[in-house]
């Protein structure tokens, strides 16, 4: 056999491998392809978890710890791929995301692009004392905890609020607030948040208000916030104190002789609790009580500054929930016979 039908032979052979080679090569794309195709649409399934995601953080790194995490769905080349096409690669922000099984690998990355962290709740629950709202700080979840370490004074200082006591400044509401977020730094939305309301309230303040300050009004308001729990009773009672100190009354109040007690108080309060002088004891001292008893929220702040107008110096709890409102000494002390009996006898019906 000559040279030239080999070569023809040998060149046949060579292109019928790089064809073969060509088509295998396609072929090897095309899987590619569809692999790459159903990972971007198929969601990662497993287990619903979360990552975390630190400063100067990479895309490989964001990816090692999806694989950390429990991710298994797509390979390294592939997350690199989609990242690129989405054209967020350098846009991974720190934070910590929910990684949901029903998500897709672009909802994820989609995410972590724009910043949608996890956020958690708190609530600062209307009538709640500092002492109350710092235990409740303490077993918020997924929070760095300060408070433990900082005293009172610290904290309104931390807070630039030096000569302020931190009872009823801090509005309740309910605030959300991310991974790692301090109690401090929640404190500090907080108190901003009350002066906003305080101020709202005051500016619109009915007219004819004796009170002098905004602070009278927070101290009127917390006060208002522990003597009922009905919406409707709210100006009622405050309309009570107000007539009280415009007539030289004492206010007489339980809640803020409970407060001035501090940790003696134990559930009951006693004849000879009422006698027992403190600051905020409002049966032995004229006037309002030196700073807030409590947190008060918007509708105690709209009720201390609108207080309703009326007659009634005198309230007692009605037994069923409210209150009986009276004029005059005569009319209250028979209310407050009224339900020392329905307390007796329903104590009678226990037995």
Partial sequence: MTDQPKRGVFARIVRTVFLLLLLAALAAGIVGFLHYRKFTQTPIGGADTRIVIRPGESLAGVVKGLREAGVSAGNDVEWQILAA???????????EYAVLGKMTPAELLLNIAEGKVIQYKFTIVEGWNMRELRAALKTAPHMQHLLEMTGDKALMQQLDRPREQPEGRFLPETYAYT???TDIALLSRAAKAMDKALAQAWDHRDPTLSLQTPDQALILASIVEK???????????AGVF???LQTGMKLETDPTVIYGMGGRYNGTITKRDLIVDTPYNTYTRSGLPPTPIAMPGRAALQAATH?????????????SGGHVFSATLSEHNAAVAHYVKLQRDKRQQQQ
Avoid at 227 to 237: D, N, Q, S, Y
């Fill in 85 to 95: 096409r989405m054209r967020v690669r350098s846009k991974m922000q720190v934070g």
């Fill in 242 to 244: 107000i007539r009280r």
């Fill in 227 to 237: 003597e009922t729990g009905v919406p409707e009773e709210r100006a009622k009672i």
């Fill in 179 to 181: 991974n790692d977020t």
């Fill in 307 to 319: 207080p309703e107008a009326g007659t009634a110096l005198y309230f007692v709890a009605s037994g």
